[in-house]
Structure formats: structure tokens, C-alpha cells
T-cell receptor, first 116, second 115 residues
Framework: GAVVSQHPSWVICKSGTSVKIECRSL??????MFWYRQFPKQSLMLMAT?????????EQGVEKDKFLINHASLTLSTLTVTSAHPEDSSFYIC????????????FGPGTRLTVT | AQSVTQLDSHVSVSEGTPVLLRCNYS??????LFWYVQHPNKGLQLLLK??????LVKGINGFEAEFKKSETSFHLTKPSAHMSDAAEYFC?????????????FGTGTRLTIIP
């Protein structure tokens, strides 16, 4: 089946620094990738949708200058949390949609970010 | 706008007894519906999906769900619970509008299995 990986699986950074999270589709071409955020014991909230080669579309309330998304190839999307603060600590999950498969997103294992 | 309501935040059942996780949805269009499972500190795994074909959908690990349009429900069931079923379950509705797909997640139901 389709596999999506994320790196790193967990990261700790100091307040004010930036951290980059990678999302890769390992065995299919992902025309669209999605970034979600999950707070402890809560549901997933869509942050943004990115299509390969174009700018990401952010959901209402998500700061595009703080959460930089790049989808430069059909197998890689990155989320950079800039000037991180403790309130950015969360579980970040990406998903990728295979261009040949309708209505199915494949989810990565998630990245746990802790900002100290 | 679409929405999903998972009626129970926490369900506990004894091992070997049936499981019922309830989900109601609201959608302006013909939706696709999914159930995902998330084990602690893990990503989401697709259990099953409904995409306007058969209303009774069979998934992995013995789970199934029935799409009932008249009740706007998509409840998840399993005849006999196993200890490994303990996890968080999310009901998800998907709408594809003009080529743009958006998933909306329910708030989740934590399933506990009593030995």
C-alpha cells in the first residue's frame, strides 16, 4: 500500500528558533499534500493544503508566515515552523493524495514538536 | 459546510463483546465517509471508507460500517472486541468541491477494552 513518511518523528527546539518537518510519499506521486495539527486528546485540524509547484492554501486562522509550506516535488512537502513558541508544541501530521486515486489520503506517522 | 459528530468521547467494552462507535454527519453534497484508527503516538490508519457504492462497508480487522442517508449516520461496529482494538477512532467526512477535497474530522472516540 501507499506509504507516507515524516521526519523527524519528534523534535525539541528552543523558543524563537525554526524547525522543518519533512513529509514524503515513498511509492507514489502526491499531487496534493495536507498538513494537520493535533493537540493532545483532540481531533486533527487541517492547517493547509499544498499542490505540487504552487503556493499552499491555508485554513482560516493559520498564519502563513509562521507555518511555511513548500511542495517542490511530487514526493516531498515541508512544513517550517518559524520563530517557534511553546504554544506551537503539538503533533503535526501530513497526508498525501495519490493523483491516481480519488478520495483517499494516506497519512504519515506524525511529528511531535516540543518548544521549550 | 460539512461536519461530523461523534456521539461518544469514550466507549468501554469487555473483550469479546460487540463494539459500536456512533457517528453522524452533515454535508451539502454527496459525501465520502471514512473511519480512521489512531494508536498512541502513531499516525492514522484507514479502517474503511464509503464512496457511494454499497451502503454496508467492510473494513480491516473485522470492522464494518453502514451508511444510512435517512439518519445521516455512519456508525462503526465490530462483533467481538479484541484487546488490540484499544485506540482512538475518528469518523471523517470528505467533500470534493470543484476538484478541491477537504476532510473534516470528528472529535474522536477513545475505545477501551476491558480484559
Amino acid at each position: 500500500g501507499a506509504v507516507v513518511s515524516q521526519h523527524p518523528s519528534w523534535v525539541i527546539c528552543k523558543s524563537g528558533t525554526s524547525v522543518k518537518i519533512e513529509c514524503r510519499s515513498l511509492d507514489f506521486q502526491a499531487t496534493t499534500m495536507f498538513w494537520y495539527r493535533q493537540f493532545p486528546k483532540q481531533s486533527l485540524m487541517l492547517m493547509a493544503t499544498s499542490n505540487e509547484g504552487s503556493k499552499a492554501t491555508y485554513e482560516q486562522g493559520v498564519e502563513k508566515d509562521k507555518f511555511l509550506i513548500n511542495h517542490a516535488s511530487l514526493t516531498l512537502s515541508t512544513l517550517t515552523v518559524t520563530s517557534a513558541h511553546p504554544e506551537d508544541s503539538s503533533f503535526y501530521i501530513c497526508s498525501a493524495r495519490d493523483g491516481a486515486t480519488l478520495y483517499e489520503q494516506y497519512f504519515g506517522p506524525g511529528t511531535r514538536l516540543t518548544v521549550t | 459546510a460539512q461536519s461530523v459528530t461523534q456521539l461518544d468521547s469514550h466507549v468501554s467494552v469487555s473483550e469479546g463483546t460487540p463494539v459500536l462507535l456512533r457517528c453522524n454527519y452533515s454535508s451539502s453534497y454527496s459525501p465520502s465517509l471514512f473511519w480512521y484508527v489512531q494508536h498512541p503516538n502513531k499516525g492514522l490508519q484507514l479502517l474503511l471508507k464509503y464512496t457511494s457504492a454499497a451502503t454496508l462497508v467492510k473494513g480491516i480487522n473485522g470492522f464494518e460500517a453502514e451508511f444510512k442517508k435517512s439518519e445521516t449516520s455512519f456508525h462503526l461496529t465490530k462483533p467481538s472486541a479484541h484487546m488490540s482494538d484499544a485506540a482512538e477512532y475518528f469518523c471523517v467526512v470528505s467533500e470534493n468541491i470543484f476538484g478541491n477535497e477537504k476532510l473534516t474530522f470528528g472529535t474522536g472516540t477513545r475505545l477501551t477494552i476491558i480484559p
